[in-house]
């Protein structure tokens, strides 16, 4: 029985360790989601339950593997936090300090991402690739930027620092800094604060069915005109 609350106070010592390591090494990001999510209440509760806090504990080791060249058993872990989180983040992408992802169900980080510091992602955001190309086929995303829930940024392009995406847009194009970019194929809405004046015919963009539907309505509106 002695030796049973032995281990038992051993195992909430390492625990302990444990927590207090982690709030040290990534202080920065807890901090970064205390900040950028209104709904965190307290340290405790980003260090204990966030996912998106897990996944970049395991994405750091997994990138120390990667970097010494043990390749599957980066991956294995990247895949066990995957399992854990619904969060992939390939061991060999690049990722800087302070990344938060918040609720991060679905978000994917291809291989060669790049992603600077202070950068937040939705969940469902994929950094990915756009088709079967080698090299470097993944984005570079900037300083503070914020990626919506949903979005998908494709390719070898660049977001430039403090810019936003907004949900489900689908970026392909190289983003300048200070940009807001909403829809398919991904637009900019605003840039240095002025907003831009472009047809934003979201519904349109995003519902080429609606589109067909509302021509049809208009031929058959004239047709019973005659
Ligand atoms: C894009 C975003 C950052 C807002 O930027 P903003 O510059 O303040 O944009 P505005 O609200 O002024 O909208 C500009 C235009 O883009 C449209 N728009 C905004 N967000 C959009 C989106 N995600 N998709 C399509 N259109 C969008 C607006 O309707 C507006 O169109 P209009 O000029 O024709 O009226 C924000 O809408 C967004 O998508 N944030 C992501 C938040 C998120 O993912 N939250 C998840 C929480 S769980």
Redesign the pocket.
């Known amino acids: 029985m002695e030796l049973l609350a032995r281990i038992l106070i051993l195992l909430l010592a390492l625990f302990i360790i444990k927590l207090v390591v982690i709030s040290l090494l990534f202080y920065r990001e807890i901090k970064e989601a205390q900040k950028k999510d209104p709904a965190a209440k307290s340290f405790l509760e980003i260090l204990l339950l966030y996912q998106g806090l897990q996944a970049i504990i395991s994405y750091r080791f997994a990138h120390f593997l990667y970097k010494m060249h043990l390749y599957f058993l980066a991956r294995y872990l990247s895949q066990l936090a995957r399992f854990f989180t619904g969060i992939e983040i390939h061991p060999g992408a690049t990722i800087g300090k302070g990344l938060f992802i918040?609720?991060g169900m679905g978000v994917v980080v291809g291989e060669t991402a790049v992603i600077g510091d202070n950068v937040l992602l939705?969940?469902g955001v994929t950094l990915g690739g756009t088709g079967l190309e080698h090299g470097k086929r993944h984005p570079t995303i900037g300083n503070n930027v914020?990626i919506?829930?949903g979005a998908k940024v494709l390719g070898n392009i660049t977001v430039g620092d403090n810019s936003?995406i907004?949900?489900?847009?689908v970026v392909i194009k190289d983003v300048p800094p200070d940009s807001?970019v909403?829809?398919v194929p991904g637009r900019i809405?605003?840039q240095d604060g002025k907003?831009i004046e472009v047809s934003?015919d979201?519904v349109h963009v995003l519902d080429p069915i609606m589109q067909s539907i509302e021509e049809l309505e208009k031929r058959i509106n004239k047709l019973e005109e005659k």
């Open positions: 918040d609720h939705y969940q914020v919506g829930a936003y907004g949900a489900n847009a807001t909403v829809g809405t605003r907003k934003l979201h």
